[in-house]
């Protein structure tokens, strides 16, 4: 992985993915005591940065590949970024989500055109799954996180967020970005090292759900003990993925986790100020920011909203107890 | 008024207004049964599009006011517009508001420094108010639509619609505005008249409160016979501003009318397909191109959002009756 990887994706990306805007407000300022921008992903093409991956590495496939189909296993947002990737591609897709995925993500991937297969996150083992569905149909997997082109696809947004920045006039930042298997905080974390080396970049936990923060301190892969049970369902992974891992111990750091009302408390803020709907998930890195924002250096943080797809009655939740 | 004072307005709030995106799901246009976009100017400063018009007015005084200040008086949008332009000019600001404005219009335009001045809008007289200040302090009235720079700042939105809808291979729509005074309707369709000649502007407003619709059918500046109770404050105004007034008979209409309810609906599919807020008088124009597509010509629709300033008891109500 490199950087030429990513500057070809962006090439590639260019009038298909939204170039999504960095978006302050001096109430937030306020609240966490810095300059904070947000750069939020939820306005990106289905609701959620994963189209960019999808896309990048859908581009990537032999025609060939792209006529059979393509198989992948999400909770949502990859889910529907490879959905909406695949149809434009004329390429039949199967996604294999768990039951208990938000409602919104499990509808919208079967409007966009995808086969949705669910199965039982606690019981079920969605890489049998899968590989059972694409060794039957020819089916080409691409995977969340574990795949270069996708983390290059990714890291397009750092690009965007080294250029918004310096427009913006600032030099110096720490990037806070939501994180799962590490498929978007590598690709960021690549392209700030080339393109604005003052940048630091942070990857942001759920309470129980730390485990890159924990692999980053242990120096090796560390898993999450549990596998369901949070709100911030985009970012529930087991572990840090093979690919990402060593650029994160290369590039990231330390971890910082929040809790699920401070994702909640950031979703209310990001309403109020910003008119922006964050799911829980992708609103772990603005509630690092607004809550701990003294735990990493400088005066200025740049967090990533990773997407918006939240089911109403949590978001109601959100403004109810927060607003 | 000319497209040459739209321009200058553009080169003039160059890198201090957001260029917002123009945004689009294929779940919005199959509820329309037409290709609709979204400019989503409830992501402007301010959260709504009036800080464009209000700091280009604000820019265009001599020190001598700057420095005496600024009066302005609106329900919410135009007096967080003037509040911010003016404390970024180190202006003294008052805003005269109706005391039943929403609660988060008057706490941010506090928070961004104005002095508010509240009147009851049934018996108060708004305009006597605001004028006895202004000789008291010596202030300059900047008002929310009969202003020729404060339309030409409005205007840049029609500017920014024009290059962006060519970028998308949009050369012939409908554009749907929420049409309060006319400041932001007039300024579009004369940008759009100059720089996309295929476009056709309607006002939109909510039922109850059409005085534009009704003025552009008989020919002369009609009144409402209501001053208050829509849940659309931010276009609920006695009638067609003297300057708009012209410009919307020569390039715009008819217009288009819709229920409060359609507005709430248009908020929760912005909400699930684009993940951004809007309040209710800024999604009229949504809400009649997802309600009333048929009554326009063409196969295209690009409604603008003109602001997102809505308390969370009525966007968590849009959500839990049609999200």
Redo the contacts between chains.
Sequence with gaps: MNIDEIRAAATRLQ?HV????L?SS??LDEVAGKRVFLK?E??Q?T?SFKYRGALNAISKLRNAQRTKGIIAYSSGNHAQGIALAASQANAPSVIVMPSDAPR?KID?TR??GAEVVLFDRETGDRDKIGAEIASDRGLTLIKPFDNADVIAGQGTIGLEIAEQAR?AGVDAASVLVPCGGGGLTSGVALALEANAPGFRVHPVEPEGFDDVARSLVSGRIEQNTRRSGSICDAIITPSPGDLPFPILQKLCGPGLVVSEDDCLRAM?HA??A?????EPGGAVALAAALSQADKVDGSCIIAIASG?NVD??I??DA??RF?
Tied chains: 1, 2.
């Design positions: 009038g939204r170039r999504t805007p978006l001096p109430f939020p939820c306005l093409h609701g919104q919208n409007a966009l427009e209310a309403f109020n910003l008119k922006v709907v964050i918006g109403a009655p978001f109601a403004l109810n607003a």
